[in-house]
Nanobody, 124 residues
Framework: VQLQASGGGSVQPGGSLRPSCAAS????????IGWFRQAPGKEREGVGC????????TYEDSVKGRFTISRDNARNTAYLQMNSLKPDDTAVYYC??????????????????WGQGTQVTVSS
């Protein structure tokens, strides 16, 4: 069971990135996929979540309107489209599997299969 986030990078404020989350070793569409981030010296926080089918998404207020989560169940891959990036978005971004209901009530430790994460740096 593995999820691997990739596709981060360094961009200037206002720029865009689209990390992806590749899954292996389990039935991808049996699980929601959550995106999380951790900045240096800060606790891990949620970014958003997409349901098993992709019909439902939810986002934290800090990224709402700028970030979009999608998934391609045929490719066992989820995506995090990040637009209008700000320096405060600088963090290591992780994806994990779980249940939409758990994410909705903030039970992030119910998610598993955390990968190594991908670094996103927003700086001028």
């Amino acid at each position: 069971v593995q999820l691997q986030a990739s596709g981060g990078g360094s961009v200037q404020p206002g720029g865009s990135l689209r990390p992806s989350c590749a899954a292996s070793g389990f039935t991808f569409d049996d699980y929601a996929i959550g995106w999380f981030r951790q900045a240096p010296g800060k606790e891990r926080e949620g970014v958003g979540c997409i349901s098993m089918s992709g019909d439902s998404t939810t986002y934290e207020d800090s990224v709402k309107g700028r970030f979009t989560i999608s998934r391609d169940n045929a490719r066992n891959t989820a995506y995090l489209q990040m637009n209008s990036l700000k320096p405060d978005d600088t963090a290591v971004y992780y994806c994990a599997r779980g249940y939409f209901s758990d994410y909705s009530v903030g039970v992030y430790n119910a998610f598993d299969a955390w990968g190594q994460g991908t670094q996103v740096t927003v700086s001028s």
